[in-house]
């Protein structure tokens, strides 16, 4: 894991100084709130329904046992005893005083944490896959590249008052786990001819008019990279509209110019911007790399799993992923219990999961856009003890990847954007599908709930996508079908008129009962879906 | 460092079109919306280039300063208009060197911006050695 050195520390410790100052002089009245706003944003402080929400970056999802129990500490101590962990891999505090924001910065900087970029005209926490380091199918560990991003993008002078928001993923593997093509930038180291560069997708995004990002330079070398992602934000600064919100991210930039224009003007700065030497040497990156080598995992560790205890068989079978190491296993803990609210940990839990952490995993966490958490390499002969310890505290729910395992946005229950409750109908849908034998006939279905158009709960990428709106002062939800996040990237499509909190639970159970009568032998929901079409999925919900 | 605009003796400010009809102008003003490239021809006649911030949040003007200033334009570079004290650090790392602030800013304040970070992560117009490179020696 990446550790502070002492620049590094130096740049979070002035930055609390600084916000410090920013709250020093709002609470005085020297700045004005229009004025506060754009700079408690960039500190990943939001004004919401009830209180501040204050929202802590973890780059690329990646945490030591230190680090999260912090965060239990900050849940424990500023807020009402939880977190919620995020789509962006971030954690998220929903009942902040603003006179606190300080003292949780300086608690966070103390343990090389911090909410730098996490919102606001700028660019976001870099994210990447929850498996980096561990995944059989990487062709390298992404997150040295995410990190060189990360050091790149922060406190960037020409970019921190962008259009909009700049969302950037890494991923180095063909299974896509971070969904990268749903990215402002999404970078995919590949392989040519034995050698490593960067593809570039660019203009991707959700929000009220979703883009897949399409293909700008399939390969970038990799001592280029800075340079070339400088070369993209400038032509989206330039260029990018600033009339109209709802037009601003690049998505709407390279659908409006086309691809190719863009990549052209691109092309051009880049051969501008690449003379300015804004490349770090190889010796910078190599230094940053060596803190991301694995650690040391035993090859020769027992392979073999005891499944005696059948409830244990099940979780292993459902939340247990392969290792690129023999004798190891990625352990993905769901935060969705039934009736739970998605992503959210109690202090107790998120201290449990650092333990668990500390003893089991090489001292690593990873948090999931899925809302998930991961203990990265854990030894299969620990498994059992893991999923006993996990079990006692409500952590072991074996439903990864299934019906159950839904992303939900915050919704109307805390954010001032929503239109609709998302939590409510998680809980619901989760409560009717909670048979486990049903949900793993179901198989791979991925859940996801907006609570407005801007699709922070990733409706868009979901095989089953809710989408809350305001209908006359009601709650209304429409339901979407056919998207993903994954390699097989698409967006859903809307079947036809909305329905009320439990109507959209029956329509649910309508297109999945539909999809157990039309599946071909091993097609998943999404499979099947692609193959028939959108209409008898339509006859089955609206007769 | 902060200025006022317009001080005695300086030459108002032509507009970009202007300037590009008028060759005889030292000082020019820059819209948002308009190409800082188009002036690149240009710089070693100009004294002067205003850059308008009519909203703080419009960050375009930050990209035109430092394309000024990579082209090697070496006169005043100024911020002019929505510019408040918590933008003046990222202004000067893009190569602006003076500010014309619609509201007077606190020069305590300013000082303080300005000094707060020692270093910085990556290159920009300011010239200062970014971290990988004092890492690196």
């Known amino acids: 894991m990446y550790k502070y050195d002492e620049y590094d520390q130096q740049m979070v410790d002035a930055r609390v100084a600084e916000f410090s100052d920013q709250v020093r002089r709002r609470l005085a009245g020297e700045i004005t709130e229009d004025q506060f706003k754009p700079l408690r944003l960039m500190n990943g402080l939001y004004l919401q329904l009830h209180a501040y929400m204050l929202r802590v970056a973890v780059p690329y999802g990646t945490l030591d046992s230190r ?9 424990r101590k500023y807020d009402r005893d939880y977190g919620h962990f995020t789509t962006r891999q971030n954690i998220q505090y929903n009942w902040i005083k603003l006179e606190d924001a300080p003292a949780i910065l300086a608690d966070l900087a103390s343990v090389e944490m911090h909410a730098i970029q996490t919102s606001g005209n700028c660019i976001r926490n870099i994210s990447s896959d929850q498996w980096a380091g561990a995944a059989a199918d990487e062709i390298t560990d992404p997150r040295p590249w995410a990190e060189l991003l990360r050091q790149w993008s922060s406190f960037h002078p020409e970019f921190s008052y962008l259009p909009r928001k700049f969302k950037i993923a890494v991923i180095a593997a063909d ?11 999404g970078i995919q180291i590949v392989e040519k001819d034995g050698v490593h560069g960067a593809a570039f997708y660019v203009g991707g995004g959700m929000g009220r008019t979703p883009m897949i990002a399409p293909l700008i330079k399939d390969f970038v070398p990799l001592e ?5 992602a400088e070369a993209c934000l400038r032509v989206y600064n330039r260029y990018g509209r600033r ?3 709802y037009k601003a991210r690049i998505k709407i930039l390279i659908h409006e110019l086309g691809a190719d224009e863009y990549r052209r003007q691109v092309e051009e700065e880049f051969k501008h911007v690449k003379s300015l030497g804004i490349d770090p040497p190889k010796a910078e990156f190599d230094r940053i790399a060596a803190q991301f080598a694995s650690p040391p995992l035993d ?3 027992p392979d073999a799993i005891d499944r005696s205890d059948p409830d244990f068989a099940v979780w292993v079978d459902q939340n247990v992923a392969a290792h690129k190491i023999p004798g190891h296993a990625i352990v993905n803990i769901s935060l969705k219990p039934v009736g739970g609210i998605p992503g959210d940990a109690s202090s107790a839990q998120i ?3 650092a333990d668990l952490a500390e003893k089991y995993s090489h001292d690593e966490l990873r948090v999931t856009h899925a809302q998930n958490i991961v203990l990265p390499h854990v030894r299969k002969a620990d498994l059992y003890s893991i999923w006993q310890e996990l079990d006692a505290a409500g952590l072991a729910t074996p439903n ?14 805390y954010c001032s954007l929503a239109n609709a409750r998302s939590i409510p109908v998680a809980q619901k849908i989760a409560t009717r599908f909670s048979d486990l034998g049903r949900q793993k006939e179901l198989g791979e279905l991925k859940l996801k709930i907006s609570g407005c158009i801007n699709a922070c709960g990733h409706h868009h990428a979901g095989h089953i996508g809710i989408l809350g709106v305001d209908r006359k002062g009601t709650e209304n939800y429409q339901l979407l079908l056919g998207g993903s ?14 329905f009320d909190e439990d109507g959209i639970v029956d329509a649910i159970e309508r297109v999945t009962d539909k999809y157990l009568a039309e599946r071909s032998e091993g097609e998943r929901f999404v499979d099947t879906f692609r193959r028939v079409g959108i209409a008898p999925f339509k006859e089955a919900i609206y007769g | 460092m902060v200025e006022h605009l317009h001080s005695d003796g300086e030459e108002p400010c032509v507009t970009l079109d202007a300037f590009l009809q008028q060759s005889n102008a030292t000082a020019v003003r820059l819209e948002p919306d308009e190409d800082a490239r188009a002036l690149i021809p240009h710089l070693d006649r100009l004294a002067l280039i205003e850059v308008a911030f009519p909203k703080f949040r419009d960050g375009r003007g930050y990209s035109s300063a430092r394309i000024l200033r990579e082209a090697g334009y070496a006169g005043e570079l100024r911020a002019q208009g929505d510019v408040l004290v918590d933008q003046i650090a990222y202004m000067t790392r893009c190569g602006f060197d003076t500010f014309a602030p619609e509201k007077a800013l606190n020069p305590s304040d300013v000082e303080a911006a300005l000094t707060r970070w020692p270093e910085h992560y990556q290159g920009a117009a300011d010239g200062a050695v970014p971290i990988w490179k004092l890492r690196h020696g």
Do not use: F
Not at chain 1, 224 to 228: G, P, V, W
Not at chain 1, 400 to 413: E, F, K, M, R, T
Not at chain 1, 485 to 498: F, K, N, R, W
């Open chain 1, 67 to 75: 680090q999260m129990r912090m965060l239990a500490h900050i849940a």
């Open chain 1, 400 to 413: 990864l990847d299934l019906i159950s395992d839904i992303i939900a946005c915050p919704g109307l229950d």
């Open chain 1, 485 to 498: 996040g994954a390699e097989d990237v698409s967006l859903g499509t809307i079947t036809g008129p909305g």
């Open chain 1, 299 to 301: 090859a020769s560790a």
């Open chain 1, 224 to 228: 280029d990279m800075l340079s070339y």
């Open chain 1, 351 to 353: 201290d449990l999961m």
């Open chain 1, 175 to 185: 299974e896509d786990r971070a969904a990268m093509r749903l990215h402002d930038i």
């Open chain 1, 243 to 245: 009339d109209n919100i």
